[in-house]
């Protein structure tokens, strides 16, 4: 029996509801205040605590977890493991291709004569091309909304999408990414996903017994 977009979206509810008012905030702020204004008020806002939380934060983004959740998933379903890797390499091969065409400058390099009052996090590589988007902003929604469609209490979708944000803040925080870079990479993890889920559910060989077992079973 075809899945169709309507029934995917519906599982998807309590992520997507709150999803759609972080984006329009986000475009609310973007429309009201400057790139400059923005990424000063986030970086202004700092504290020793948040320095040191950051990097764990932000990682949780981070290719390497998603692949780690992957192979997690390989010792009870090939089928999971399979869209979960697989919305990951999608959305990653989308976001990279948007990267380079683009070319960003990114906040290092962008503010460079201006680095003196700029407050850097101790122990951050920062980079200074290829910022928009934010990679790991596309990675963590990506596989945050294949968690909470696989979650049977739909609820999760809401501490999912805000663990999402919260990732995606991290990545200004530590002066890696731009507002944009960020609202945009969530953008392009949701969307893409949201196809790849679809694609995936209607793809009669990922039914079969031979695809619900993992490593572990008989």
Same mark, same amino acid.
């Given at each position: 029996?075809?899945?169709?977009?309507?029934?995917?979206?519906?599982?998807?509810?309590?992520? @997507?509801?709150?999803?759609?008012?972080?984006?329009?905030?986000?475009?609310?702020?973007?429309?009201?205040?400057?790139?400059?204004? $923005?990424?000063?008020?986030?970086?202004?806002? *700092?504290?020793?605590?948040?320095?040191?939380?950051?990097?764990? $934060?932000?990682? $949780?983004?981070?290719?390497?977890?998603?692949?780690?959740?992957?192979?997690?998933?390989?010792?009870?379903?090939?089928?999971?493991? @399979?869209?979960?890797?697989?919305?990951?390499?999608?959305?990653?091969?989308?976001?990279?291709?948007?990267? @380079?065409?683009? *070319?960003?400058?990114?906040?290092?390099?962008? @503010?460079?004569?201006?680095?003196?009052?700029?407050?850097?996090?101790?122990?951050?590589?920062?980079?200074?091309?290829?910022?928009?988007?934010?990679?790991?902003?596309?990675?963590?929604?990506?596989?945050?909304?294949?968690?909470?469609?696989?979650?049977?209490?739909?609820?999760?979708?809401?501490?999912?999408?805000?663990?999402?944000?919260?990732?995606?803040?991290?990545?200004?925080?530590?002066?890696?990414?731009?507002?944009?870079?960020?609202?945009?990479?969530?953008?392009?993890?949701? $969307?893409?996903?949201?196809?790849?889920?679809?694609?995936?559910? *209607?793809?009669?060989?990922?039914?079969?017994?031979?695809?619900?077992?993992?490593?572990?079973?008989?």
């Amino acid at each position: 029996m075809k899945i169709g977009i309507k029934a995917v979206l519906y599982k998807l509810r309590y992520f @997507f509801i709150p999803y759609l008012v972080i984006i329009a905030a986000c475009l609310i702020i973007k429309l009201t205040y400057t790139r400059e204004e $923005i990424y000063f008020a986030v970086n202004a806002r *700092n504290w020793p605590w948040a320095d040191y939380i950051a990097h764990y $934060i932000t990682n $949780i983004g981070d290719g390497l977890t998603t692949i780690l959740l992957s192979a997690i998933l390989l010792l009870f379903s090939y089928r999971k493991a @399979f869209v979960l890797a697989g919305g990951y390499a999608v959305s990653s091969i989308v976001a990279q291709s948007v990267k @380079f065409v683009v *070319n960003a400058p990114r906040p290092k390099l962008y @503010f460079q004569d201006q680095l003196a009052k700029i407050h850097f996090v101790a122990g951050t590589d920062q980079l200074s091309v290829h910022s928009f988007p934010s990679g790991h902003t596309v990675t963590v929604f990506s596989t945050a909304l294949i968690l909470a469609y696989w979650c049977k209490n739909k609820f999760w979708g809401l501490p999912l999408v805000s663990l999402a944000a919260l990732v995606g803040y991290s990545r200004m925080y530590l002066s890696q990414h731009f507002f944009e870079d960020v609202t945009a990479g969530s953008a392009i993890g949701v $969307i893409v996903t949201t196809i790849w889920v679809y694609w995936t559910e *209607n793809r009669e060989f990922l039914k079969s017994p031979a695809w619900s077992r993992g490593l572990l079973g008989k």
